[in-house]
């Protein structure tokens, strides 16, 4: 009987995973067909899922080719925003690890007078609407002369990826063993020696996860990378609005350029899936 009933659990289990799955995965499906369908079967009604497929949509994208024969294209000059999202992206959360790590180190380890006050003020930041803040940044900015550049952006970028970048670091500080920098601090090691040696050593898979969900949340960012970036240093999220013009909207171009856009998340997350997975189960069960 009790055997039954988990079977019955289990199937129950396994159909809302696959309806789960679908229900994520065929927006992306949709996406990557109208990537590589011509604009008249993207615009046919009903749709269609049988069709002839074509690479032209990336050629547009990629090489800037304008469109051979009857259809219309826009030059956007992709590859540009690409590398600028590249640039912007790698800074930032490069920039959060450099200065989260060693906050995140002292809320987890050493107390002083307001430090919880200060950790949820920063954490505020990361829920805060970027509408709240981006009018006052954009003047700052202007006034400071950093309006348009790659570390203005970068700077900008540090509200979305350090708050969530030291609240995540400081659980994973919080996991280490005080026992572990008791010995350690036994064995003669200083503060920093501690720090260097034993705890940066136990939290990397951890500092991994964090950087690769910074860097989606940066890469997917797109108010900051729309109103504070110059047409040098635009981002490629904002880029995307560059294939709806008066006329009419290049959907084909468009879902060509956002399965590009994709990319580096994806690959980031499967070439360093193990340590993600490590990284987010860290300190999941404790002895």
Same mark, same amino acid.
């Given at each position: ?13 396994? @159909?809302?995973? @696959? ?10 499906? /949709?996406?990557?067909?109208?990537? @590589? ?8 009604? =009903? ?66 007078? %307001? ?6 003020? $920063? ?7 970027? +509408?709240?803040?981006?009018? =006052? ?7 400071? %002369?950093?309006?348009?550049?790659? !570390? %203005?952006?970068? @700077? ?11 609240? *995540? ?7 280490? =063993?005080?026992?572990?920098? !008791?010995?350690?601090? #036994? ?8 720090? &260097?040696?034993?705890? *940066? ?14 860097? #989606?949340?940066? /890469?997917?960012?797109?108010?900051? %990378?729309?109103? $504070? ?10 880029? +995307?609005?560059?294939? #709806? ?18 990319? =580096? ?12 997975? &490590? ?9």
């Amino acid at each position: 009987m009790n055997s039954e009933k988990f079977s019955i659990v289990q199937f129950v289990s396994l @159909i809302g995973l @696959i309806l789960l799955m679908l229900w994520t995965a065929f927006p992306l499906y /949709w996406v990557f067909n109208m990537s @590589i369908q011509t604009p008249l079967d993207v615009i046919s009604y =009903p749709p269609k899922f049988v069709f002839d497929a074509t690479l032209e949509n990336y050629s547009v994208v990629l090489l800037g080719k304008a469109w051979l024969g009857k259809y219309e294209t826009v030059q956007t000059d992709f590859p540009r925003y690409f590398l600028n999202s590249l640039i912007v992206c790698f800074g930032a959360v490069g920039l959060s690890m450099l200065v989260g790590v060693p906050a995140a180190y002292s809320l987890a380890r050493y107390n002083f007078r %307001g430090k919880e006050n200060f950790a949820f003020t $920063l954490l505020s930041f990361r829920f805060a609407p970027g +509408l709240i803040v981006i009018l =006052p940044l954009f003047v700052i900015f202007r006034r400071l %002369g950093i309006y348009g550049t790659y !570390h %203005g952006m970068m @700077i900008a970028y540090q509200l979305i990826t350090l708050p969530f970048s030291v609240w *995540l670091m400081r659980g994973f500080f919080e996991d280490i =063993p005080m026992e572990l920098e !008791h010995a350690a601090r #036994i064995d003669g090691y200083s503060w920093w020696g501690i720090f &260097r040696k034993v705890d *940066l050593p136990l939290v990397a898979p951890g500092i991994a996860a964090t950087a690769i969900l910074s860097f #989606i949340f940066a /890469w997917n960012e797109f108010l900051f %990378g729309y109103i $504070l970036s110059s047409d040098v240093t635009r981002p490629v999220t904002p880029s +995307l609005m560059g294939f #709806i013009s008066y006329e009419q909207v290049l959907w084909g171009q468009m879902a060509a350029a956002a399965i590009i856009t994709l990319l =580096p998340s994806l690959i980031l997350a499967i070439f360093i899936q193990r340590y993600l997975v &490590r990284g987010l189960t860290f300190g999941a069960v404790k002895g």
